[in-house]
């Protein structure tokens, strides 16, 4: 809901008991426009992307609320 990435509370034990990569981007909360918060997801698949060996195929969104409709729609629009 706020602009600071917290998905790490309810992902990050999973994350490192799994060897999971986890991100999230900055100042994309709920009060942002939608266009801004899509775009801010799609920078930080991006930057992951470029900066790290991460496999597109085992590339996962998440989100609870607002964040899992926007996970939706880039899933179902972009799904590479």
Do not use: M
């Not at 602009?3 to 309810?10: L, M, Q």
């Not at 909360?29 to 266009?35: D, I, L």
């Not at 991460?54 to 899933?75: F, M, N, Q, V």
């Amino acid at each position: 809901p706020g602009d600071a990435p917290n998905g790490w509370k309810a992902v990050g034990g999973l994350c490192i008991d799994q060897g999971v990569f986890f991100a999230s981007p900055y100042g994309a909360g709920g009060g942002r426009p939608e266009a801004v918060r899509l775009r801010a997801a799609l920078d930080v698949l991006d930057d992951v992307r470029k900066t790290y060996r991460i496999d597109p195929a085992r590339t996962y969104l998440i989100g609870s609320g607002e964040s899992a409709s926007l996970a939706c729609k880039l899933a179902t629009h972009l799904p590479e």
